[in-house]
């Protein structure tokens, strides 16, 4: 698995209060909402890239199912970036020239 947000500064931008929001959500979803087995462990936003820390946008999730959708999001960004191309410019016919 890639790491989807390796060299984020989510951390950095979360709220002074990220750990009492975290543990209400926690307590609130106490199984994972992606999965419906595991315990949730992790604290989720549910949209991908968004610093909206409200408890109705956030989602208890399990490490495994934060992994997956974390790398996938990261991805899923990192294909939405325009790179330059590889190709080469068409060449014109040589018995056109």
């Excluded at 609130?28 to 909402?33: A, G, L, N, T």
């Excluded at 408890?55 to 959708?69: N, S």
């Excluded at 590889?86 to 016919?93: A, D, F, Q, V």
Aim: charged share 30%.
């Amino acid at each position: 698995m890639s790491g989807g947000w390796q060299g984020s500064d989510r951390k950095a931008r979360l709220p002074s209060n990220w750990q009492q929001i975290r543990a209400r959500v926690l307590a609130r979803d106490p199984v994972c909402k992606l999965c419906g087995v595991r315990p949730s462990t992790h604290c989720d936003h549910i949209e991908a890239k968004t610093d909206d820390h409200a408890e109705d946008r956030l989602q208890g999730v399990c490490a495994t199912c934060h992994g997956l959708k974390s790398s996938r999001e990261g991805n899923d960004a990192q294909r939405a970036t325009p790179r330059p191309g590889r190709k080469r410019p068409p060449e014109e016919h040589p018995g056109l020239r």
